[in-house]
């Protein structure tokens, strides 16, 4: 509940209506928002790229541009798909790698994982969002 207290606080989410007793109603737009906050909150963006997205997000819905909406969504459903990938790519190596001395550990990673880690970078660095 706090963290729905500070999105709410902070303008991430939006209460449709107040009660008497100063409850607070969202619609079932605002469940949506929380589960791509929540979404985008595990796979490393900060509130502030949320947001970003966010408010474009609801600017091409505000224009009625659901192609956009809808081709805007895919990629970044499709950025953190690949960014998974990237990172299952990295599990068993790490797994191989445990319990060894860590200076050749971290040359072996160094040496394996460098354009990995890279593409994953540049995959994260520009999305979302692409304004």
């Given at each position: 509940?706090?963290?729905?207290?500070?999105?709410?606080?902070?303008?991430?989410?939006?209460?449709?209506?107040?009660?008497?007793?100063?409850?607070?109603?969202?619609?079932?737009?605002?469940?949506?928002?929380?589960?791509?906050?929540?979404?985008?909150?595990a796979e490393k963006?900060?509130?502030?790229?949320?947001?970003?997205?966010?408010?474009?997000?609801?600017?091409?819905?505000?224009?009625?541009?659901?192609?956009?909406?809808?081709?805007?969504?895919?990629?970044?459903?499709?950025?953190?798909?690949?960014?998974?990938?990237?990172?299952?790519?990295?599990?068993?190596?790490?797994?191989?790698?445990?319990?060894?001395?860590?200076?050749?550990?971290?040359?072996?990673?160094?040496?394996?994982?460098?354009?990995?880690?890279?593409?994953?970078?540049?995959?994260?660095?520009?999305?979302?969002?692409?304004?």
């Open positions: 509940m706090r963290t729905i207290d500070y999105y709410t606080q902070i303008g991430l989410l939006i209460p449709v209506r107040r009660s008497p007793s100063n409850y607070r109603y969202y619609g079932d737009d605002a469940l949506v928002r929380l589960r791509w906050i929540e979404r985008l909150k963006y900060t509130l502030e790229e949320i947001r970003a997205w966010l408010d474009e997000i609801d600017h091409l819905l505000r224009e009625g541009d659901l192609q956009s909406l809808a081709q805007r969504m895919e990629e970044v459903l499709a950025s953190l798909e690949q960014a998974k990938k990237e990172l299952a790519k990295l599990t068993p190596a790490l797994s191989h790698l445990q319990g060894q001395d860590h200076d050749r550990v971290a040359k072996q990673f160094a040496a394996r994982a460098m354009s990995t880690l890279q593409g994953m970078l540049v995959l994260l660095s520009n999305t979302p969002p692409t304004l």
